[in-house]
């Protein structure tokens, strides 16, 4: 039906009543490819990716930018041919990353953000979003413990945990702000366990205090930071004079799931005047679920500031990440630049509502609505169902694993949905499992590669310290079944027996 038009012949190029036909014809044709992609990315019969190397990819797509426009119908089909190539994410077996899973009314909250196009730095482009956020994250902080408090949206768990670096360095030491590194008489130094996430050291480098200054603490063979060595490494520093600030405590670690101790570890943040940072990006999705919130996160109220992202346990869409503060005036006063041209003070609004002047980006994407609609939808009883289900399914894998110790080995009972395992070929079933660790090393990325050349599953794989490479399985879509557990177990030893 759209032929040989082309955008000129779409809102808002010509008159309103014919470009609304074509504009609609346009829209519709587009949302029955992204219905169509959404019916095979829940189809079991549908492959989780059709797998290319980058040049045979490239050969046979158009990505070519042209010098005239091209045809709207050149464009849905550009749309389909992306789609089709898309590795489906939404797909039960795509368990490969921390953010899985397509939750359909986040995704239309995703389309409705799309459309209403706006940028979140203030209440007078973005009244109902706006308000939308500190609804949330208000309950967000109640969930976490405490009452009042400060919050915002960032661009990744990681950029929230920037927030919390920030925080903590002007909460004590003000005056950086105007003056920089001249109102630090001394080594700034930060702490957090050899299996944080890496943005962490990021901080370091990126704020100046070098990663050499942030100190990793040795993990117990669970993935937990021990207490008595961060307590003995921060008097270590101490004792060379330096300042000991800040400490991450991760609530979820990537690759194992784990825990760290937030009660220990925030007595002696109180001991030593730390700050205490609780990375719950992963975690942070087990604060709704009573049955697993405790021991887990017992003692997450002590925390100054805590990293929570929907978009990965709570299956919220990508991106939404939230940074959450028990002390209020603290994002505001870090971070404030008072541009005259955005956050003038006299409006005609309270413009306490103006967020965009506590944090470090200028235009900020609209992340709220989908999280909002999607809680609207589950109500917290929702939430908690599919949380405890997660779990419940990574308890289901870890006892299935157990019952064939003949083809899979279990590195450790998670604390969370990471499932972390070495499947054991044929020829290695019988040998000493010391002896055959470099082997499975090896073969591991073998077996990922045949998953991806078949298509029929993804599943991530990494080293960790002296462990070589191993499978880590993440359940955290909430179209997993057990019987998809049951395929992925099938299908791993159907590839890599030899
Ligand atoms: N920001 C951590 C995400 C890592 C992962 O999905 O595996």
């Not at 003949?406 to 969370?416: G, H, N, Q, S």
């Not at 960790?464 to 079944?481: E, G, Q």
Request: net charge negative.
């Amino acid at each position: 039906e759209i032929g040989n038009l082309k955008y000129t012949d779409l809102l808002p190029n010509t008159e309103l009543n014919k470009a609304m036909h074509t504009t609609e014809t346009f829209l519709k044709q587009l949302v029955n490819i992204l219905l169509n992609y959404i019916k095979e990315s829940n189809d079991r019969n549908e492959k989780v990716l059709h797998f290319y190397h980058p040049a045979e990819m490239k050969a046979m797509l158009d990505l070519d930018i042209p010098e005239k426009g091209l045809p709207l119908q050149k464009l849905i089909d550009d749309c389909f041919t992306t789609l089709k190539y898309q590795v489906r994410t939404g797909h039960p077996m795509f368990m490969n990353q921390l953010s899985c899973g397509l939750d359909v009314v986040s995704m239309a909250g995703e389309w409705l953000i799309a459309t209403a196009n706006t940028n979140m730095f203030t209440y007078e482009i973005a009244p109902v979003f706006i308000l939308m956020e500190t609804v949330v994250l208000e309950k967000m902080r109640q969930i976490i413990g405490w009452q009042g408090g400060d919050s915002i949206l960032a661009p990744g768990g990681s950029i929230s945990n920037l927030y919390a670096f920030l925080a903590a360095r002007h909460k004590m030491f003000p005056t950086y702000k105007e003056k920089g590194l001249s109102a630090i008489k001394g080594q700034l130094v930060m702490f957090t366990s050899d299996q944080c996430h890496y943005s962490v050291r990021s901080c370091a480098a990126v704020c100046g205090l070098g990663t050499d200054n942030c100190v990793e603490v040795p993990s117990d063979k669970r993935g937990r930071l021990i207490p008595s060595e961060l307590e003995r490494l921060v008097l270590e520093r101490k004792a060379k004079g330096d300042i000991p600030f800040f400490v991450n405590c991760t609530s979820g670690t990537t690759v194992l799931g784990a825990f760290d101790p937030i009660e220990e570890i925030a007595d002696i943040c109180q001991k030593y005047n730390m700050w205490l940072h609780v990375d719950a990006a992963w975690g942070g999705g087990l604060l709704l679920s009573k049955k697993y919130r405790h021991p887990r996160l017992t003692g997450i109220e002590r925390a100054d500031s805590v990293t929570w992202n929907p978009h990965k346990l709570m299956g919220t869409l990508l991106q939404c990440s939230t940074i959450h503060f028990k002390q209020d005036g603290l994002l505001i006063s870090c971070n404030q630049m008072s541009a005259e041209y955005l956050f003038m003070q006299d409006k005609l609004y309270d413009v306490r509502y103006d967020t965009g002047d506590k944090v470090i980006q200028c235009g900020r994407h609209n992340d709220i609505f989908k999280l909002w609609l999607q809680w609207r939808a589950k109500g917290d009883e929702g939430f908690e169902k599919q949380i405890d289900r997660l779990m419940e399914l990574a308890e289901y894998m870890v006892k299935k694993i157990k019952s064939m110790p003949d083809k899979f080995y279990l590195i450790l009972e998670p604390e969370m949905v990471n499932v972390s395992f070495w499947y054991l070929p044929t020829r290695v079933r019988n040998m000493p499992h010391e002896k055959r660790l470099n082997i499975l090393g090896e073969i591991t990325p073998i077996l990922k590669g045949r998953m991806m050349q078949a298509g029929t599953m993804m599943v991530g794989y990494q080293p960790l310290n002296d462990l070589p490479n191993f499978f880590r399985n993440i359940i955290s879509s909430a179209a997993v079944t057990e019987g998809d557990i049951d395929f992925l177990l099938t299908e791993m030893d159907r590839l890599g027996h030899d």
